[in-house]
């Protein structure tokens, strides 16, 4: 699996949007990125992926640089809710377990 | 329509005992996936299920872990002469992709505490 490095924690203001940051910079061509969030106490949730393109949902955007090596979450409207801990995860492309690392702790203020 | 369900929510036991973690997939999901966290770190992948079959038990700390999914849907993960440093979330998680698939939905996890 790509090593990913993220911010171990950022702030976020209720409302706002949240910009959560990813590097990745040995990622293979046909490797994705991926995204959960675990909040507190739950399991963690599938978020979004993608590839080379950029992707958006209804929970998030994924924005992926060109050159594949950083990515950035956007959660566009925070609400308390969001507050969780965020994983950006670059699987191998054998297998299917996801490696998790250390995620950034994301708290969103009122 | 119903997520992954685990139980016991929680789980107490001695040192030495033996336990069994239950995990109830997504109806129709054929990939089943068991991972282990502990406190303050993000989870590790322990065993792999596609259908009644171990696709990947490389996670398995040791043999006193062990798994079945006997019908290819409810899996059991048994832990024989458990150990303090057993004490951990345990968290199932199914995906829908016959092949397995790393958009994975997870239960709530089984918290086990070894006294």
């Keep these: ?110 | 329509g119903a997520g992954v369900s685990q139980t016991p929510s929680n789980k107490v036991t001695e040192k030495g005992k033996y336990v069994e973690l239950r995990c109830d997939p997504i109806s129709g999901h054929t990939a089943l996936y068991w991972y282990r966290q502990s406190l303050g770190q993000g989870p590790e992948f322990l065993i792999y299920f596609q259908g009644t079959g171990a696709a990947d038990d490389s996670g398995l700390p040791n043999d006193r872990f062990f798994a079945v999914r006997p019908e290819g849907s409810v899996s059991t993960l048994k832990i024989q002469r458990t150990e303090r440093g057993d004490s951990a979330v345990y968290l199932c998680a199914s995906s829908a992709s016959p092949g397995g698939s790393y958009e994975q939905y997870f239960g709530p996890g089984t918290r086990l505490t070894v006294t």
């Design chain 1, 1 to 110: 699996d790509a090593k990913t490095t993220q911010p171990p924690s950022m702030d976020c203001a209720e409302g706002r949007a949240a910009n959560l940051p990813c590097n990745h910079s040995t990622i293979s061509g046909n490797e994705y990125v991926y995204w959960y969030r675990q909040i507190h106490s739950q399991g963690p949730q599938y978020i979004i992926h993608g590839l080379k393109n950029n992707e958006t949902n209804e929970m998030a955007s994924l924005i992926i640089t060109e050159d594949r090596k950083s990515s950035t979450l956007i959660l566009p409207h925070a609400t308390l809710r969001d507050t969780a801990v965020y994983y950006c995860i670059v699987p191998g492309a054998a297998g299917n377990k996801l490696t998790f690392g250390g995620g950034t702790r994301v708290l969103v203020k009122p």
